[in-house]
């Protein structure tokens, strides 16, 4: 018998051992890093950590850029979660808010009265009513605005609209209402050209800088009254501050017609 040969094989035999990687080890406990969003009601959040140390870490960090913040809670998936676009972090007084993308959606008249009947801090709402639009942010009704027929009565109403009220709420952390107002002097000018308005006025204090205003593209027409409109022979008790005005305006290109206008 011949001695037997040595199998030979033709092709070496891979093998393949799978290696989990090495968990991340937090630098405060030496546990592995657990970092993940555990709650979110309104504009206020709960993150969940391995240990304090960490937790701590990261308010600081929150507080000293807000950009990181932002980008921290998009990889922790808030904006699937909330279903919004998140704006930024801001600070809410000693603790991290969510600033959510400002939204302006249509807003019923009864609603937009009891808003301004709260929070203006100054008139009252107005009687008119053409149209008007709320200013949202997150879940919270940050503003309003109201349209009617200008006040004067000198002024063609068939053609020219008024902003009569513009509302912001002061009682929610100053960042969260950022841009609000000029949003909305914006958006319902736009909304006037689109109906078929060729202008739009409004009116602030003379005592009132306007800076809303000017970044939403209106020019200042001058001084426009102010005082008291009680006459003898028409009474009238006014509840709004009596100083002297600016009136203001924006001209519009519509597209529609004057009998479009007229409808509103």
């Known amino acids: ?22 968990p991340v080890r937090c630098l405060f406990c030496g546990a592995p890093e657990l970092v993940q969003l555990a709650e979110v009601w309104g504009h206020e959040f709960q993150i969940e950590t391995c240990c304090w140390g960490l937790h701590e870490h990261l308010a600081q960090e929150m507080a000293l850029n807000t950009e990181w913040g932002k980008e921290l809670l998009r990889n922790l998936e808030l ?4 279903g919004r676009a998140l704006r930024r972090v801001v600070d809410g007084g000693g603790h991290a808010l969510l600033d959510f993308k400002l939204k302006i959606a249509s807003i019923k008249q009864a609603e937009a009265k009891e808003f301004v009947l709260r929070h203006h801090k100054h ?16 879940g919270t009704l940050m503003g ?6 200008p006040v004067a009565r000198r002024i063609d109403h068939r053609f020219v609209v008024e902003a009569n009220r513009v509302c912001v709420r002061r009682d929610t952390a100053a960042p969260l209402r950022w841009n609000a107002c000029s949003q909305l ?13 060729k202008k739009i006025i409004t009116y ?15 020019t200042c027409e001058g001084p426009a009254g102010g005082g008291s409109w009680d006459r003898k022979n028409r009474r009238r008790e006014g509840t709004g501050p009596r100083g002297r005005k600016l009136r203001w305006s924006r001209t519009l290109r519509p597209r529609l017609g004057p009998v479009d206008a007229i409808a509103g």
Do not use: D, H, K
């Open 1 to 22: 018998m011949t001695a037997r040969e040595p199998l030979l094989l033709q092709q070496p035999i891979q093998l393949e051992i799978a290696f989990e990687p090495e």
């Open 204 to 218: 602030t204090l003379e005592s009132e800088v306007g800076t809303t205003l000017r970044a939403a593209g209106w």
């Open 144 to 149: 309003v605005v109201m349209v009617g027929r």
């Open 79 to 82: 904006e699937p979660l909330t």
């Open 185 to 197: 002097y914006g958006w319902v000018a736009r909304e006037a050209e689109r109906r078929g308005f």
């Open 123 to 138: 008139c009252p709402p107005p009687a008119g009513w053409r149209f008007g639009a709320g200013i949202w942010n997150g």
